[in-house]
C-alpha cells in the first residue's frame, strides 16, 4: 500500500511558477511510475506529466510542455511539479499518482494509488 501527500499548492498569478511535491509512505517508489492529474472545475480528472521509476523518461500533456518539469527523487520518497509560465487555465486541484504500469499510461483508470490533492488557483 502507498500513500501519498501533495504539498506545495497556493493562489499565483498568471505568468508565476510553484513547485508542487509529494511524499509517499508505505512502501518504496522505486519501482512505479509516478504522475501527476489535474480536475479543473466541473471537468474531468485530466492528465499532465509522468516519470518512469528510474526518471529517465518523463511524459507531459500537450498544454503544459515546456512549462512544467516532473522529476524524482527515490531517496526521499517524493515526486516534484515544477511549474512554470502559469495560466488561468492551469487551475485545478493536482493530484499525485502511482501505478504499477512501467509505459507511464495516461488513463485514470491504469493509476493506483492517488493523493488527496493540492489546490492551484491562477490569477489574471
Known amino acids: 500500500q502507498v500513500q501519498l501527500v501533495e504539498s506545495g499548492g497556493g493562489l499565483v498569478q498568471a505568468g508565476g511558477s510553484l513547485t508542487l511535491s509529494c511524499a509517499a509512505s508505505g512502501r518504496t517508489l522505486s519501482s512505479l511510475s509516478m504522475g501527476w492529474f489535474r480536475q479543473a472545475p466541473g471537468k474531468e480528472r485530466e492528465f499532465v506529466a509522468a516519470?518512469?521509476?528510474?526518471?529517465?523518461?518523463?511524459k507531459y500533456a500537450d498544454d503544459v510542455k515546456g512549462r512544467f518539469t516532473i522529476s524524482r527523487d527515490n531517496t526521499k520518497n517524493t515526486l516534484y511539479l515544477q511549474m512554470n509560465s502559469l495560466k488561468p487555465e492551469d487551475t485545478g486541484d493536482y493530484y499525485c499518482?502511482?501505478?504499477?504500469?512501467?509505459?507511464?499510461?495516461?488513463?485514470?483508470?491504469?493509476?493506483?494509488?492517488w493523493g488527496q490533492g493540492t489546490q492551484v488557483t491562477v490569477s489574471s
Open positions: 499518482a502511482a501505478s504499477n504500469k512501467r509505459l507511464l499510461p495516461t488513463t485514470f483508470v491504469d493509476w493506483h494509488y
Open positions: 516519470i518512469n521509476w528510474t526518471g529517465n523518461v518523463r
